[in-house]
């Protein structure tokens, strides 16, 4: 049991699956989750979700691989954007679906600075041309 739970921990924490199912999964696994584990894995991932996830697989010291192209804040995929690839209508639509302060501006614009953007506005990184300009 103890093994199990701790895939589920593992895929969840390392974006393999979604985080979005860590509110199922753990309606339907707390109780055991807090036999095997202990209370203090229990109250982590009870009162701060994914990030308290990561803390519980810390504290436990198991090892794992935070996914760089997901939120460390939530686990939700980010949405990249590229310049010279990553299209107008794409930013529009992310901008439709984006929490972050501001992100109107992406869908009545249709521009974004490039950078990796959480749709839940937990995190971005804005990539940084600064080194590309300095010539022109
Ligand atoms: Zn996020």
Redesign the pocket.
């Given at each position: 049991m103890r093994a199990e739970l701790l895939q589920a921990m593992l895929a969840i924490a390392e974006s393999r699956r979604p985080a979005s199912d860590l509110d199922l999964w753990w309606a339907e696994n707390s109780s055991e989750v807090e036999a095997a584990f202990g209370r203090g894995v229990y109250l982590r991932i009870s009162q701060r979700g994914f990030i308290g996830l990561g803390q519980a697989l810390e504290k436990l010291e198991v090892e794992f691989h935070r996914s760089d192209t997901h939120?460390q804040?939530?686990g939700?995929p980010q949405f990249f954007a590229l310049s010279g690839k990553t299209t107008r209508e794409e930013i529009i639509e992310f901008g439709r679906r984006c929490k972050l302060k501001g992100a109107r501006e992406f869908e009545a614009s249709g521009w974004i600075h490039p950078g990796q953007y959480?749709p839940?506005?937990?995190?971005f990184a804005l990539y940084n041309l600064g080194s590309m300009r300095l010539k022109g």
């Open positions: 939120c804040g939530c939700e959480c839940n506005g937990c995190t």
